[in-house]
C-alpha cells in the first residue's frame, strides 16, 4: 500500500504512544511450520511468513528478511543454509584485483533475490495496515563477504583502489535491488551495515557512507525511506552516523541508544535496541519484561525513540519471550 513515509515518521515520532518496531520476520517458520531453508529460498513462503507475525504481533511495520547472504550469493559467493538458522557466506570470492576487476554485477533475480522481490510483492498484498519494509544489505557489509570480513579490513590500508572497485560494483547492485523492492509496492529499504561498525571514523567515510549515500540518493523519495541498520559499536562514529542523514537509524544493543538520541536530529526516528540473542533468544519472558521495561523508562522521554530489537530476532526465538516484549511495551504506555 503506498503512503507517504515522511508524514508517516513525522505522525510516529509525534504519537504519544507508539507500536514496538522489532525487526521481526524468522520466527515466522514456528507459525507458519516451514524451515529457514525452504523459506529463504520461496517468496511465497516469506510473505506468508511476514503475515503470520503481521497477524499474531501488533508491530508498526512489516519487516522481511535481514538475511545477509542474499545479495553476496546473487555475485557467486558460495552459502551454507540451516533449517533452523539464517544462511551463510562461509567463503571469499574475491581474493586479488584481477577478480575484483572480473567481477560481474548481476541482474537482480540472480540467485534468490528474484524471490525476494516476490516475497515483498506478495506481502504488500497481504498485508495494509502498516509498511512493508523489505531488507538489502549494507555496501560495505556486501564488500567485506564477497573480500572476506577480514581482509578487507587489512585491504582498505593495503589496497583502497581495489575495495573501491568492489564497493562500486556492489553499490551499483544494490541500487537496482533496491529500485526493484520499489516498484514491488515496499515502502522502504532496511539497510543493514554492520560492518561498518568495525571501522575508524576516518575509514567509514570513505568506504561506508558515501555509498550509502548513494543508494539513498537513487531511491528515496517521500514514499520510500531507507531505514540504516547498524549493529556494531558505533557509540565512536556518533558523529559519523550523523552525518549519514537518514530518515530512520536502528542500532543494536553493542551500544547505549541514549548515546545517539542525543546525537542525532530529533525528526529522525532511532529504534532499538534490546538484545535480540541474549534476550529475546535465550531469556525468558519475565528478562525480556525486565529489560524492555528499563529501556523504555529511560529512553522514551525522547519522543525519537522507538522500542525495538537490536537487530533480527533469531528464528528459533521463544513465541512467548517475543509476546512478553510486546505485552511490557504495552504495560509501559499503560503506566
Known sequence: MKRNMKEWMAEYIKAPVKKA???????????????????????????????????????????????????????????????DDVPTVHEALIHDEEEADALEVPKVGAGRTGECVKGIERAVELITDRPVLAGIIGPYSLAGRLLDMTEIMILCYEEPDMVEMVLEKATEFLIEYAKAFKAAGANGVAMA????????????????????QKIREAVEDENFM??????????????????????????????????????L??????????????????????????????LMERCCKYPNFVIASGCDIPPMSPLEN??????????????
Open 21 to 83: 518496531m522489532p525487526i521481526l520476520s524468522f520466527p515466522g517458520i514456528q507459525i507458519i511450520g516451514h524451515t529457514v531453508e525452504e523459506m529463504v529460498k520461496s517468496g511465497e513462503l516469506q510473505a506468508q511468513c511476514m503475515k503470520a507475525i503481521a497477524d499474531r504481533f501488533d508491530t508498526g511495520a512489516a519487516f522481511s528478511l535481514m538475511d545477509l547472504s542474499v545479495e553476496a550469493e546473487a555475485f557467486g559467493s558460495p552459502v551454507r543454509y540451516s533449517e
Open 193 to 212: 551495515e554492520p560492518a561498518a561498525g568495525l571501522l575508524s571514523p576516518n575509514l567509514i567515510d570513505e568506504f561506508s557512507s558515501p555509498y550509502v
Open 226 to 263: 531507507v531505514l540504516y541498520h547498524n549493529c556494531g559499536n558505533v557509540e565512536p562514529l556518533a558523529e559519523n552516523m550523523k552525518r549519514i542523514n537518514a530518515d530512520a537509524y536502528s542500532f543494536g544493543n553493542a551500544i547505549d541508544i541514549e548515546t545517539m538520541l542525543k546525537v
Open 265 to 294: 536530529p530529533e525528526d529522525r526516528m532511532i529504534i532499538g535496541n534490546i538484545d535480540p540473542a541474549g534476550v529475546i533468544r535465550n531469556g525468558d519472558p519475565e528478562m525480556v519484561r525486565r529489560e524492555t521495561l528499563a
Open 322 to 335: 517475543i509476546q512478553a516484549f510486546f505485552d511490557a511495551v504495552e504495560e509501559y504506555y499503560k503506566k
